[in-house]
């Protein structure tokens, strides 16, 4: 059984984001489970207090936003604070739970409700740096790995955060597109500090393997933005952010 929430922290309007999945613990991967296969036994879920931590009450429920091997965890009084999540099925190699023989799988803290942003916060470019990589091609048919060299050019782009996205930067995936066009597909932040995300674009201007090369943004004068979304909900956009840049 693994935890799935939207983050380490988040606010309460995300309690409906709280979920358990599943899975298979085989020698390499995590494989799914049905949940119709053998239903297991349910998680416990604590909330930490002054005297210790105190049993919450929740309904296991399908969603259809769901994959089949998870069920959401609907708290009956879904308040701030700190919880933990156990499961008697697990193995005893990991962590006890706070009481009993259960195993915890994970812990959250929520926060008090908050305002869904508007916008991310301004963008601005943040220079570039060159650099020459070797890269992996895969293997020959004789089973040698085959690499080539790349010179490749890191355009930074930073966003200092609006405050009201505050307290959802734990839930916080990103992406960045030219007009409509998509050149950064979501992803979690690569690095998030004082109220700032920092971006990095890599472009490859040379490789020693291949004359064509399929960069997502050409060089010259480009519009950018950097879109935010929280829990697979709306996107929000950051200020418009204008550059030049080339390989040469």
């Not at 380490?8 to 995300?14: E, K």
């Not at 490749?152 to 782009?157: A, G, K, T």
């Not at 992406?175 to 472009?203: K, N, Q």
């Not at 933005?225 to 200020?239: F, N, P």
Request: hydrophobic share 35%.
């Amino acid at each position: 059984m693994r935890l799935l929430v939207p983050g380490d922290t988040f606010p309460v309007n995300l309690a409906d984001r709280i979920a358990v999945a599943r899975m298979d613990r085989g020698p390499y991967l995590w494989s799914p489970v049905s949940w119709s296969e053998e239903p297991p036994a349910p998680p416990v879920i604590y909330r930490r207090a002054e005297a210790g931590w105190h049993e919450v009450d929740y309904r296991i429920e399908e969603k259809e936003r769901l994959v089949s091997s998870a069920r959401q965890l609907a708290l009956g009084d879904p308040v701030p604070g700190h919880y933990l999540v156990t499961w008697p099925g697990e193995t005893c190699k990991e962590t006890p739970g706070p009481i009993g023989s259960d195993i915890r799988i994970g812990e959250f803290t929520m926060t008090d409700r908050a305002p869904r942003p508007e916008e991310l916060g301004r963008a601005k470019f943040a220079g570039a740096r060159s650099d020459t990589e070797t890269v992996s091609r895969g293997t020959d048919a004789a089973c040698r790995k085959i690499e080539a060299t790349e010179e490749v050019l890191y355009l930074r782009i930073d966003v200092e955060l609006f405050e009201a996205m505050s307290p959802w930067l734990d839930t916080l995936s990103t992406a960045v597109v030219e007009g409509e066009r998509v050149i950064r597909g979501y992803a979690p932040p690569e690095d998030v500090r004082d109220g700032t995300v920092r971006i990095s674009l890599r472009h490859v201007c040379a490789a020693s393997d291949r004359d064509r090369i399929d960069n997502r943004l050409e060089e010259g004068r480009r519009t950018l933005r950097v879109l935010g979304r929280i829990a697979d909900g709306k996107s929000v956009r950051s200020t418009p952010v204008t550059f030049g840049f080339s390989c040469r």
